[in-house]
């Protein structure tokens, strides 16, 4: 006898069919029993009374740890370049990625 909080073998067997999953029928038998067994236990916590409780998005407070973004004075071009293996066109020359051509 199905119960308000049980699934059926039929609808996890069209539920697989849709998101194109090839189960056995153990493996649906076994996804019906412990879909059910999911929705038992939401059912339980739906008889909690939580009117006491806050709604919140996070379950801990979320806090920016970013720096201000202040400019300040960097390295000189020229400078850093002319301690690279090899610059071309004010930029640092690398080896090309796989599959690349220089």
């Not at 236990?41 to 739906?46: L, N, Q, R, S």
């Amino acid at each position: 006898m199905a119960t308000p909080h049980s699934i059926s073998i039929e609808t996890v067997a069209k539920v697989a069919n849709l998101a194109r999953l090839n189960l056995t029928p153990q493996e649906m038998a076994t996804m019906a029993e412990q879909l059910s067994g999911m929705l038992e236990h939401f059912g339980g916590i739906d008889k909690l009374d939580l009117s006491a409780v806050v709604p919140m998005a996070q379950a801990v407070p979320l806090k920016n740890v970013l720096r201000e973004d202040v400019v300040m004075p960097s390295l000189d071009r020229d400078e850093v370049l002319a301690s690279a293996p090899d610059a071309h066109d004010g930029r640092f020359r690398v080896p090309p990625s796989a599959g690349q051509e220089s």
